[in-house]
């Protein structure tokens, strides 16, 4: 059974940092590309990052590049999103998810797993 577990949320002044980790279980971690998406209240889920099978690549959306950076360690079967000058507009609901393929993808609907999110909350 695959699980896919997200820590790292809570409530950050405005310009401040946060580091999420997503610890993944019961699947070959490193055959798996990983993705960072969000969720706002009544809006889309939208992408945020995404990182290689190996690490050597990594996707990001336009309005988190510069600010968020994601990394993974293999051997620990754990994805990070570093947020750094984190902003009002930041507070979601932060998922990560798996995804088999072989090509970084932007899209939810190419993701496999899918954990339960971790609340981010930016006041100003």
């Known amino acids: 059974q695959v699980q896919l577990v997200e820590s790292g949320g809570g409530l950050v002044q405005a310009g401040g940092s946060l580091r999420l980790s997503c610890a993944a279980s019961?699947?070959?971690?490193?055959?798996?590309?990983m993705g960072w998406f969000r969720q706002a209240p009544g809006k889309k889920r939208e992408f945020v990052a995404a990182?290689?099978?190996?690490?050597?690549?990594?996707n990001y959306a336009n309005s988190v590049r510069g600010r968020f950076t994601t990394s993974r360690d293999n051997a620990k079967n754990t994805v990070y999103l570093q947020m750094n000058s984190l902003k009002p507009d930041d507070t979601a609901l932060y998922y990560c998810?798996?995804?088999?393929?072989?090509?970084?993808?932007?899209?939810?609907?190419?993701?496999?797993?899918w954990g339960q999110g971790t609340q981010v909350t930016v006041s100003s």
């Open positions: 990182i290689s099978r190996s690490g050597d690549s990594t």
């Open positions: 019961g699947l070959t971690f490193s055959r798996y590309i």
């Open positions: 998810a798996a995804d088999e393929g072989s090509v970084i993808g932007v899209t939810s609907t190419w993701y496999d797993y």
